[in-house]
Antibody
Framework: QVQLQESGPGLVKPSQTLSLTCTVS??????????WTWIRQHPGKGLEWIGY???????DYNSSLKSRATISLDTSKNQFSLKLTSVTAADTAVYYC????????????WGQGTLVTVSS | EIVLTQSPGTLSLSPGERATLSCRAS???????LAWYQQHPGQPPRLVIY???SRATGTPDRFSGSGSGTDFTLTIRRLEPEDFAVYFC????????FGQGTKVEIK
């Protein structure tokens, strides 16, 4: 059973960088059948895809965030990470790490999510 | 970017009733890449349907998905107490997008 767990600060100051890490267990991020992705959900709202990384290091991002978001891999730790620069209150959300199955491009496993609040 | 519009925003029904949820895309979606998720408060979403009509592992057979092109439907044949939740559709064209969700609440 694959499990994903987000970790990182729950409070970030405006203009600073949000940094989150996702630790994957029960499966390898070097498995070529999946994208490793970040998705966020603003309080009481819908879901917004942030971006993904493939085991090869290939990335893609939501165009609305592309200039601020960076996703990276650490295969030695079976982790992937998100950095979001120049945050504002609009970046306050629950951040999920998740796995996208390339069989039919659906999310088959989600982390529990972590609330990140942007506030001074 | 493909925009998904879900309707209604809220569905008020009683246990045992039938729920019909709609997801309309701004342009044609490959049915293979259309999924539905269920989310309870404080929990991450859970995959219910993928490929527009295939039930995910653990999804009861009272759930069914249908549709093609720009119009997709999730039907819950007889609502059980655990089915009251928010449902999101999701497509994967050049990049994934989600609908805004339909809340199925107890009437």
């Amino acid at each position: 059973q694959v499990q994903l767990q987000e970790s990182g600060p729950g409070l970030v100051k405006p203009s600073q960088t949000l940094s989150l890490t996702c630790t994957v267990s029960g499966g390898s991020i070097s498995d070529g059948g999946y994208y490793w992705t970040w998705i966020r959900q603003h309080p009481g709202k819908g879901l917004e895809w942030i971006g993904y990384i493939y085991y090869s290091g290939t990335t893609d991002y939501n165009s609305s965030l592309k200039s601020r978001a960076t996703i990276s891999l650490d295969t030695s730790k079976n982790q992937f990470s998100l950095k979001l620069t120049s945050v504002t209150a609009a970046d306050t959300a629950v951040y999920y790490c998740a796995r996208i199955s390339l069989y039919a491009y659906y999310v088959d496993y989600w982390g529990q999510g972590t609330l990140v609040t942007v506030s001074s | 970017e493909i925009v998904l519009t879900q309707s209604p925003g809220t569905l008020s029904l009683s246990p045992g009733e039938r729920a019909t949820l709609s997801c309309r895309a701004s342009q044609s979606v490959n049915s293979k890449y259309l999924a539905w998720y269920q989310q309870h408060p404080g929990q991450p979403p859970r995959l219910v349907i993928y490929g527009a009509s295939s039930r995910a592992t653990g999804t009861p057979d009272r759930f069914s998905g249908s549709g093609s092109g720009t119009d997709f439907t999730l039907t819950i044949r007889r609502l059980e107490p655990e089915d009251f939740a928010v449902y999101f559709c999701q497509q994967y064209g050049s990049s994934p997008t989600f609908g805004q969700g339909t809340k199925v609440e107890i009437k």
